[in-house]
């Protein structure tokens, strides 16, 4: 299994920014998959879930109404579309597979929100 997050960076306050996460060496289409992120000094905290054909998706109330999770089951991608930035969403952003009692994560891409 492989995971490899990109697209983080530096936007400024009320920007918007795009996540990808290429999976590789498992069925993608499959699985659910979900995004979490990790802020300094804190716990890693889930951010957004999609189920294996992307019918159903579910947020944590922080990122409500402002990140959108997608996925492209022919291309092994999942996206975390990222509106209305604000400077308590900076971390590090990781995807992640579980399959059965496994976790499977992403390196992570960082994302910073400042002016």
């Known amino acids: 299994v492989q995971l490899v997050e990109s697209g983080g960076g530096l936007v400024q306050p009320g920007g918007s920014l795009g996540l990808s996460c290429a999976a590789s060496?498992?069925?993608?289409?499959?699985?659910?998959m979900s995004w979490h992120r990790q802020a300094p000094g804190k716990e890693r905290e889930l951010v957004a879930t999609?189920?294996?054909?992307?019918?159903?998706?579910n947020y944590a109330d922080s990122v409500k109404g402002r990140f959108t999770i997608s996925r492209d089951n022919t291309k092994n991608t999942v996206y975390l579309q990222m509106n209305s930035l604000k400077a308590e969403d900076t971390a590090v952003y990781y995807c992640?597979?579980?399959?059965?009692?496994?976790?499977?994560w992403g390196q992570g891409t960082q994302v910073t929100v400042s002016l």
């Open positions: 999609i189920t294996s054909a992307g019918t159903f998706r």
């Open positions: 992640r597979l579980r399959r059965g009692s496994a976790d499977y």
């Open positions: 060496g498992f069925t993608f289409s499959s699985y659910a």
